[in-house]
């Protein structure tokens, strides 16, 4: 079974411009959750999904946002894109949102910002 | 918000030798993991804790869920080449919910 997918694997974009990231759960998965990892430190959570729902979000400014489709994928969308901005994206999967199941991760989205 | 203090930041050891890293919180977390991530991939899932006290071996790895639910460790035995990468630690305060990570213990060996 294939694991966590993200797109793009690389992204360069300019400040003021907008992304988006794309992700595919895990088969069977329906929560979705997204991380931004800056160089040399650990993940740090901006947004949780559950069927669709928004179940939490972290310390991150209204320019990110992200939903989650019928079929459990899930986008995230920065917008007027600053240099510090620059990171990995990770996403994760889990079951559901209420067992001890696991997330576990796609090899994310490198963002360069210039 | 929370934070996770990771320890040692990095380890530099000889191929063979046992290690130990830990990672304490100033708060409670009802579940603790331990990933390792290499270079250009995400984070992979080592081993899940969820039980004060717990302690739950994956091959050469074994972790354990501190007591006071504010701490958890991580012990490599007979370390070879491929252990090579940065280990994170994570707590979770509600199944299901979202992870608050640790700084990341990197870790190097000689062959």
């Known amino acids: 079974d294939a694991g966590v997918t993200q797109s793009p694997t690389h992204l360069i974009k300019t400040r003021g411009q907008h992304v988006t990231l794309r992700c595919s759960p895990i088969?069977?998965?329906?929560?979705v959750s997204w991380y931004q990892q800056v160089l040399g430190q650990g993940p740090q959570f901006i947004f949780q999904?559950?069927?669709?729902?928004?179940?939490g979000r972290g310390n991150f400014p209204d320019r990110f946002s992200a939903r989650q489709f019928p079929n459990y994928s899930s986008e995230l969308n920065v917008n007027a894109l600053l240099l510090g901005d620059s990171a990995l994206y990770l996403c994760?999967?889990?079951?559901?949102?209420?067992?001890?199941?696991?997330?576990?991760f796609g090899d994310g989205t490198r963002l360069s910002i210039l | 918000g929370q934070q996770l203090n990771q320890s040692p930041q990095s380890m530099f050891i000889q191929e063979g030798e046992d290690v130990s890293m830990n990672c304490t919180s100033s708060s409670i977390f009802n579940t603790w993991l331990w990933y390792k991530q290499d270079p250009g991939e995400g984070p992979v899932l080592l081993i899940a804790?969820?039980?004060?006290?717990e302690l739950t071996s994956n091959g050469r790895l074994t972790a354990q869920f501190g007591i006071t639910r504010k701490d958890s460790f991580l012990n490599i035995s007979a370390s070879i080449p491929s252990d090579v990468g940065i280990y994170f630690c994570a707590g979770q305060l509600q199944a299901g919910n979202m992870l608050t990570f640790g700084g990341g213990t990197r870790l190097m060996v000689k062959p």
């Open positions: 999904y559950y069927e669709k729902e928004e179940r």
């Open positions: 804790l969820y039980k004060a006290g």
């Open positions: 088969s069977g998965h329906k929560s």
């Open positions: 994760a999967s889990s079951f559901d949102g209420g067992s001890n199941q696991p997330q576990h």
